[in-house]
């Protein structure tokens, strides 16, 4: 099976539990979104994908190999995050060179003319770059490793408006030339909301939800009008949450709509991925 499997997953920190038996498959070719909140694990699930961690139980297979400490699959997955991991005395140029010993699919002329269009000045030491320019390097040696399952752990941190969309124009257009998995973890969930098209959801160490990310918004819609009359819609509905102020209310819900009766004082609207990611975390889960 070409997929990134985590098969029930456990991983502790003393008295914390990170992960709590995990399950579920990142699948081939396809963009997914993975999305909680601070301390909900996610970092610690990709450290594990990407064998920086060991888990406590479990375990992750990668095209129906096990990644754990294999060498088998290490042309097959990059993951970009947040921590340096790079020699702050070379060159961006000498670390393009290393990387290219280091990985067989390592494109440095392509990673050359992405670093171009940042503006990335390849001459320079890695430690002198400014953090948003860290970032960016680490996003186009991700970009230029023609594997086929990329993460991207807050990819954008530090990047200004610009430099953000150029990473999302970049991001699609090497998706449509070379189709693979590509994992996003960020809380700029608006940002990257037209590019999802799978979203897992972890909250707590456990998974959520995990759907596509279409069907997702479809099944969802909210409901606004006086509080009173959104509570009698609401009624025997799924609400996953709601927002008031004073005599107002919204009404986050998960179903087919209702048809509103003549006169009714109330609203639909579609749901957003922001509201509903925010609205299932405090809620738990649909």
């Known amino acids: 099976m070409n997929a990134i499997e985590i098969k029930n997953v456990t991983k502790k920190y003393g008295k914390v539990t990170a992960l709590d038996n995990v399950s579920f498959s990142f699948e ?9 909140r601070n301390g909900a694990g996610k970092t610690t699930l990709l450290n594990i994908i990407a064998n920086r961690i ?36 070379l060159k961006v140029r000498e670390h393009f060179k290393w990387i290219g010993r280091f990985y067989d699919c390592f494109d440095a002329e392509k990673a050359f003319e992405i670093a171009k269009r940042f503006g990335l000045d390849t001459s320079k030491k890695f430690r002198a770059l400014s953090r948003g320019y860290q970032s960016i390097f680490k996003l186009t040696v991700a970009l230029a490793l023609n594997v086929p399952y990329v993460i991207f752990d807050e990819p954008v941190l530090g990047l200004d408006a610009n430099h953000r ?32 098209e799978e979203v897992v959801l972890i909250d707590g160490g456990k998974i ?18 006086h509080a009173q009359e959104v509570d ?16 107002l209310k919204i009404a986050y819900i998960m179903g087919e709509k209702e048809k509103l009766s003549d006169g009714s004082g109330l609203a639909f609207s ?10 299932l975390t405090e809620k738990g889960g649909i």
Do not use: W
Request: with cysteine; aromatic share 8%.
């Open 165 to 196: 969309e150029l990473f999302y124009e970049l991001l699609l257009k090497d998706y449509e030339l070379n189709e693979r998995t590509i994992i996003i973890a960020t809380h700029l969930i608006e940002e990257v909301a037209s590019l999802i």
């Open 232 to 247: 009698m819609y609401c009624a025997g509905k799924n609400v996953i949450g709601c927002d008031e102020l004073g005599n």
């Open 54 to 89: 060991f888990p406590d139980g479990g375990e992750v297979m990668i095209d129906g190999l096990p990644a754990r400490e294999n060498m088998q699959v290490h042309e097959k997955l990059h993951c970009m995050t947040e921590a340096n991991l790079y020699d702050g005395d």
């Open 270 to 279: 579609p749901m957003n991925l922001q509201k509903l990611f925010v609205k």
């Open 28 to 36: 081939s070719g396809k963009i997914y979104g993975f999305l909680g």
């Open 208 to 225: 959520l939800l995990c759907d596509n990310a279409e069907s997702l918004l479809s099944s969802g819609y909210s409901v606004s009008g």
